[in-house]
């Protein structure tokens, strides 16, 4: 079983709301990123987690806060988004964060900024 | 950094054709090398994945093929189906950090 799952699917929320994101794995991994797409573009990096520990930040504005609250969960916590904020959000996981690499990919939450 | 070039950037080829998309990369430290393919609405999905020890690797209809000297891999689909009609990205383990490092994207369409 190779699932990542992620919800919600879509989510609208104004520039002073604040919601969060959720992912789930039951793979054991021990690694788990997000990853922001905007349309036809490739996924961006913005966090990778290790050991339920954050050790990559991509430079993320301080409006995205993840949460890593067990190895099986991760959340990215939102506030006072900008428009160009929206985008789809994806959620993946490895077995570690080192050289195996494989990655796999939840189906994303579809997220617009009004 | 690693940077990573795709191409092409959108290829249309006949049911029962074949199908080849290449990436090229820039830091010879890289030694994993993975192909996506995501669908609209989806997330992207590993549909097979070589490493630097290895020079080919099959899976059915689909294979990668790397030249570590020339510091480019490849995706080959053989017997295109309507189904295999996708947006593909390569990726490189940029080997100083173990970031992945995706290509800009190939939007594969396969005409019935």
């Known amino acids: 079983d190779t699932e990542v799952t992620q919800t919600p699917k879509h989510l609208v929320m104004g520039m002073t709301n604040k919601k969060s994101l959720k992912c789930e794995q039951h793979?054991?991994?021990?690694?788990m990123y997000w990853y922001k797409q905007k349309a036809k573009k490739p996924p961006e990096l913005m966090f990778v987690?290790?050991?339920?520990?954050?050790?990559i930040n991509e430079s993320v504005p301080s409006r995205f806060s993840p949460e890593c609250p067990n190895s099986s969960l991760l959340n990215l916590h939102l506030h006072a988004l900008q428009p160009e904020d929206s985008a789809l959000y994806l959620c993946?996981?490895?077995?570690?964060?080192?050289?195996?690499?494989?990655?796999?990919f939840g189906p994303g939450t579809r997220l617009t900024v009004t | 950094g690693e940077n990573v070039e795709q191409h092409p950037s959108t290829l249309s080829v006949q049911e029962g054709d074949s199908a080849v998309i290449k990436c090229t990369y820039s830091?010879?430290?890289?030694?994993?090398f993975p192909w996506y393919k995501q669908e609209l609405g989806k997330g992207p999905q590993l549909i097979i994945d070589?490493?630097?020890?290895?020079g080919e690797k099959k899976d059915q209809r689909i294979a990668v093929t790397l030249n570590k000297t020339a510091k480019h891999f490849s995706l080959h689909i053989t017997e295109t189906q309507p189904e295999d009609s996708a947006v593909y990205f390569c990726?490189?383990?940029?080997?100083?950090?173990?970031?992945?490092?995706f290509g800009s994207g190939t939007r594969l369409l396969v005409r019935p």
């Open positions: 993946a996981s490895s077995q570690e964060a080192g050289p195996l690499g494989e990655q796999y």
């Open positions: 793979m054991g991994h021990r690694a």
């Open positions: 987690y290790s050991y339920e520990k954050l050790s």
């Open positions: 830091d010879s430290a890289s030694n994993y």
């Open positions: 070589i490493r630097s020890n290895v």
């Open positions: 990726a490189v383990l940029w080997g100083s950090s173990y970031k992945l490092i």
